[in-house]
């Protein structure tokens, strides 16, 4: 099956409705679930991004390519070399998350508004990332943030690249409508 355009992928990500329901996925990985709620308050375009992107199908059979320990995992690289995208980018949303212990935000270069699919989960406080990154949700529960530090712990090579495959099979998106 092809993957989405850009403009489709974009299109999908408008439609995502925020005002009538909260978000969370679940990233299917070979090393368990990881459960994340999405924080559409704080940044709700990087919320509306990965929820088309995952409905999509962008994330499924992909990887986390890149791991520091102590720091984050990556994934959301559709060619699973930290290079790749969806063809399009979205503007920051800094806000006040702290970036510690399992929150989710969001990769991008050196320019604040290139983010686009890749993202991070953090294993550590990292206090010099707030306000520089876009944080957009955090592990569900303490099972997703066990998983999380075990994909953390697994060793790499060059990089940052781990010697052994984590992959993601799928991205489920599960949405509660607001009361």
Do not use: W
Request: proline residues 6%; contains cysteine; aromatic residues 6%.
């Amino acid at each position: 099956m092809a993957k989405p355009s850009a403009n489709e992928l974009q299109k999908a990500a408008e439609a995502v409705d925020l005002d009538g329901f909260d978000y969370e996925v679940t990233l299917e990985t070979s090393a368990g679930p990881i459960r994340l709620m999405l924080d559409a308050t704080n940044a709700p375009g990087h919320v509306r991004n990965l929820v088309a992107l995952a409905e999509n199908g962008f994330y499924d059979a992909g990887c986390f390519h890149r791991i520091i320990p102590g720091f984050m995992i990556q994934g959301g690289c559709p060619e699973g070399s930290g290079r790749g995208g969806p063809g399009y980018e979205i503007d920051a949303e800094f806000n006040d998350t702290p970036h510690e212990p399992g929150v989710l935000s969001m990769a991008r270069t050196s320019d604040p508004n290139s983010a686009g699919s890749q993202f991070f989960i953090c294993l550590e406080k990292v206090s010099h990332l707030d306000g520089q990154y876009t944080a957009f949700g955090r592990t569900a529960d303490d099972a997703s943030l066990q998983v999380v530090k075990a994909i953390g712990a697994v060793p790499t090579g060059a990089g940052d690249r781990p010697q052994q495959d984590v992959t993601i099979t799928k991205v489920v998106v599960n949405k509660k409508a607001k009361a």
